[in-house]
């Protein structure tokens, strides 16, 4: 395996949480540029990252009878696929082959599609826009620590429009018919935050300061859970 994979030791503990009182606002936005892990470790990741987003979308589609929401959910597919076209063309523009950038994340990605795969068509919705959500925005964040040739780029393919607000639409409509619905979904978002969080602690590099690091992760993290938050009460869900 090419050596620019084994760089530094990647964190791998779970972080310390804000206390639900304290806003995140008050705190000065935290720079993860050294952080960031080496710019072909990055894009392998979140390559495979947003064809695992796709695998899951078009999987959905598959599931779905209804015409109008199999079109909804194909569009969310082709943008996880556009993203996902979109980093490999960073890669090649590196001399990288696609493939060997994203084998080494492939088993974890794999695990955590696994487990974070839903039992129906509704949670594998639900899991599709909170984890391809709470990851965009942590990989946005880690752009600043790449190359100024890349960096702005993937920030701006990453912001792009999801299709989340049909897959929103889908959900919203579905919880409204079925009260029960609205509750086991709420379980599942609540339990789909810990996994997606541990992938994007994975690809965080320690500076060889685990304080320090902690003290900048720590308000990331929060962040997050925030947006995600912001996510749950689009659909009406407690988070």
């Known amino acids: 395996m090419a050596a620019w994979f084994r760089r530094r030791r990647p964190l791998v503990d779970l972080p310390r949480l804000t206390p639900r009182g304290e806003s995140p606002r008050k705190r000065d936005r935290v720079d993860l540029a050294d952080l960031t892990p080496e710019v072909l470790p990055y894009l392998g990741q979140v390559a495979y990252l947003q064809l695992a987003v796709f695998e899951v979308l078009a999987r959905a589609v598959a599931e779905t009878e209804d015409l109008a929401d199999k079109e909804a959910i194909s569009s969310a597919a082709g943008t996880a696929l556009a993203k996902h076209h979109a980093v490999v063309a960073e890669l090649r523009r590196r001399d990288v082959e696609p493939g060997e950038a994203m084998a080494p994340f492939r ?4 695990t955590f599609e696994r487990l974070t795969r839903g039992a129906d068509l509704h949670e594998t ?6 984890t391809a959500g709470l990851l965009d925005d942590f990989f946005i964040r880690l752009t600043g620590g790449l190359p100024t040739d890349v960096g702005p780029r993937i920030a701006q393919t990453l912001g792009a429009d999801t299709g989340a607000e049909d897959v929103v639409a889908i959900l919203r409509r579905e919880i409204a018919a079925d009260e029960r619905l609205g509750s086991r979904l709420a379980v599942w978002g609540r339990r ?3 996994d997606t969080l541990l992938v994007a602690r994975s690809a965080l590099m320690g500076s060889g300061n685990h304080d320090s690091d902690e003290s900048r992760i720590e308000p990331v993290f929060t962040e997050l859970i925030a947006s995600h938050t912001r996510r749950m009460d689009a659909l009406g869900l407690t988070a």
Do not use: K, M, Q
């Open 107 to 110: 088993p974890a990605i794999d």
């Open 125 to 130: 919705l639900l899991s599709a826009y909170i």
């Open 192 to 194: 789909l935050v810990g």
